[in-house]
């Protein structure tokens, strides 16, 4: 069985501060995929970012970036100079791949951290 | 745009009643799951179809039931509604070939059960 920790339920930061969202999981697979989504007020889950478990290597894309550790299980994401309409819902999700096993590849998904942007 | 819709926006129902969600893929999306999001959760698995037949559930009883269709389009049934079936419903789609699991949401369906 899978699980994703986000042990963060809320995080507020004024604007241009930079704010980390931890994302802890657990697997006894050895290939898995670790997601992240960002869900506006409006309840569409919005695809930001997929790792697979071979690929430990960071990744940046703007102002967002990703720190994956398999030694420690985490799959941190990190918003520089954050902005108000990066208030949202983030989740973390993980996944095993459809061909392992036999069986469907369900995303497990984390609680979610809700995170509020002052301007 | 994911270029995933589902209908209806929202719906109430009371308890005990049945009730029918829709989704509908873009062309090509063979394999297309659905979530239960609970406010203030996490979605959670369903069950997902893979060429219009179930290969794999999430923890949830008989009662929820699926059909998925020869034109991309998707059903989520549940019958003998309870309180707790409140949520919102959500169906993530994967194109034909993807095998990395990129899943596509669509916007929900928001149910309510008196």
């Known amino acids: 069985a899978q699980k994703v920790t986000q042990a963060q339920t809320e995080i507020s930061v004024v604007e241009k501060e930079d704010v980390t969202l931890d994302c802890v999981y657990e697997?006894?697979?050895?290939?898995?995929?670790l997601f992240w989504y960002k869900q506006p007020p409006s309840g569409e889950l919005v695809f930001l970012i997929r790792?697979?478990?071979?690929?430990?290597q960071n990744e940046i894309s703007g102002r967002y970036s990703w720190n994956f550790q398999k030694s420690t299980s985490s799959f941190n994401f990190t918003i520089t100079a954050s902005q108000v309409v990066d208030s949202a819902v983030y989740f973390c999700?993980?996944?095993?791949?459809?061909?392992?096993?036999?069986?469907?590849?369900?995303?497990?998904f984390g609680k979610g951290t809700h995170l509020i942007i002052q301007p | 745009e994911t270029g995933v819709t589902q209908s209806p926006t929202h719906l109430i129902k009371t308890r005990g009643q049945q009730v029918t969600l829709r989704c509908s893929s873009q062309?090509?999306?063979?394999?297309v799951s659905w979530y239960q999001q609970a406010l203030g959760q996490g979605p959670q698995f369903i069950f997902q179809?893979?060429?219009?037949?179930?290969?794999g559930r999430g923890n949830f009883p008989p009662r929820f039931s699926g059909l998925q269709f020869p034109n991309y389009s998707s059903e989520l049934n549940v019958n003998a509604l309870e309180l707790d079936d409140s949520a919102l419903y959500l169906c993530?789609?994967?194109?034909?070939?993807?095998?990395?699991?990129?899943?596509?949401f669509g916007p929900g369906t928001r149910l309510t059960v008196l």
């Open positions: 790792r697979n478990s071979f690929d430990e």
């Open positions: 697997t006894r697979d050895t290939t898995y995929y």
């Open positions: 999700a993980l996944s095993v791949p459809m061909y392992s096993g036999g069986g469907a590849d369900g995303l497990t």
């Open positions: 062309s090509g999306h063979n394999t």
């Open positions: 179809y893979y060429r219009e037949e179930e290969n």
């Open positions: 993530a789609s994967r194109p034909r070939g993807r095998t990395y699991n990129e899943q596509f």
